[in-house]
């Protein structure tokens, strides 16, 4: 047996022995993303069973305390708002209808209370933290960002449905309103991949293929289960997998004047981007492996010889080895509802 597969499988049975049954297990409680692992963070029949990891809801749950950032600050919920009063904080700006903090400005109604507003810069410097600890990239410029009013004010500034949880052109993007965020229970998810999506394009000289880069804000915005659990509803209508290549062409497309079809086309190429993205970190060298080819990437090497360095193959090899249509999904895509919101 090969020694990789010996060291996955060993990785795999230290996770289960370390973890409570399944049935006891919440998505909360699988291993967190970090750099040094463990990957993977589990077997397939414990996907099947708990879902994808998810750590982005337990701080509504209470007892929560802000991690500390690269900056020795502490970051996260609770690190500028505690018992709904703003903290102070070295470049930290309030104004009635404008929030700034580090590489964030958000817009919103003045309408608003400071604390109603800052948990979604709380979120979107947290993750800006994960990115650096992560990948080691930083936010370069400045990013303004629309809160509208209500959905159909978002749909009018965008165009798009809620199942697109924010719009980026540039240093500027619309998010889905933050209140309606918190009431989907997607908040830490659409600010995560807001902050993500951006600094990614940010560090990226040379764009990445649709579908590792959807990938990426899907995977470190830890969304998995969430479209493991979107699928649920399309699967009654046929096979939910799809090939790179078509993944790339729906996230490429315009959006569909079909509100349902574009819903569905958008919320599958997630998915299997995803897929894609997590059979390459978990099983294919983890974090170390993925930013040690992001960095070649924003060095200005070229993606193709920036893969074959770390995965020993160029990127047209990695999208055919990746293949959901090949590989399938964890568990063989057993269906659950897994409500990763509610506490354990």
């Not at 996955?8 to 049954?21: E, I, K």
């Not at 719009?167 to 807001?194: S, Y």
């Not at 990695?318 to 063989?332: C, N, S």
Request: overall charge negative.
């Amino acid at each position: 047996m090969p020694a990789a597969v010996v060291l996955v499988l060993g990785l795999a049975a230290g996770l289960a022995g370390a973890l409570p049954a399944a049935a006891q297990l919440h998505a909360s409680q699988l291993p967190p993303l970090t750099f040094e692992g463990p990957y993977p963070r589990a077997s397939e029949p414990l996907i099947g069973r708990v879902g994808f990891p998810d750590h982005l809801h337990e701080y509504h749950w209470g007892g929560w305390t802000p991690e500390t950032g690269p900056d020795g600050q502490p970051v996260g919920p609770g690190s500028l708002c505690q018992a709904r009063q703003p903290l102070p904080r070295e470049g930290l700006v309030i104004e009635p209808d404008t929030k700034r903090c580090g590489p964030w400005v958000l817009h919103h109604h003045p309408g608003y209370a400071d604390c109603d507003m800052l948990p979604c810069v709380e979120l979107l410097e947290w993750a800006r933290a994960r990115m650096w600890n992560l990948v080691g990239f930083a936010a370069r410029d400045t990013l303004h960002i629309e809160n509208p009013n209500s959905s159909a004010h978002y749909l009018e500034l965008t165009g798009q449905g809620v199942w697109r949880l924010y719009q980026l052109d540039g240093n500027r993007a619309v998010i889905e309103p933050f209140a309606v965020l918190l009431a989907r229970n997607l908040d830490g998810h659409g600010a995560f991949m807001l902050a993500i999506d951006w600094i990614l394009r940010q560090n990226l000289p040379q764009p990445l293929p649709l579908w590792l880069h959807q990938g990426l804000v899907e995977y470190l915005g830890e969304d998995g289960i969430h479209l493991a659990d979107y699928m649920a509803e399309f699967r009654a209508k046929g096979p939910v997998l799809m090939g790179p290549a078509e993944i790339d062409a729906i996230l490429a497309a315009p959006l569909d004047p079909d509100q349902g079809r574009d819903r569905e086309r958008f919320r599958k190429a997630c998915y299997n981007a995803f897929l894609m993205t997590w059979q390459l970190v978990e099983y294919e060298g983890g974090m170390h492996a993925l930013r040690d080819f992001l960095g070649q990437a924003a060095a200005g090497i070229p993606l193709d010889q920036a893969a074959r360095s770390v995965y020993g193959q160029d990127l047209a090899g990695l999208a055919a080895f990746l293949d959901p249509l090949v590989g399938g999904e964890p568990a063989g895509g057993l269906v659950f509802n897994a409500n990763p919101h509610r506490q354990p």
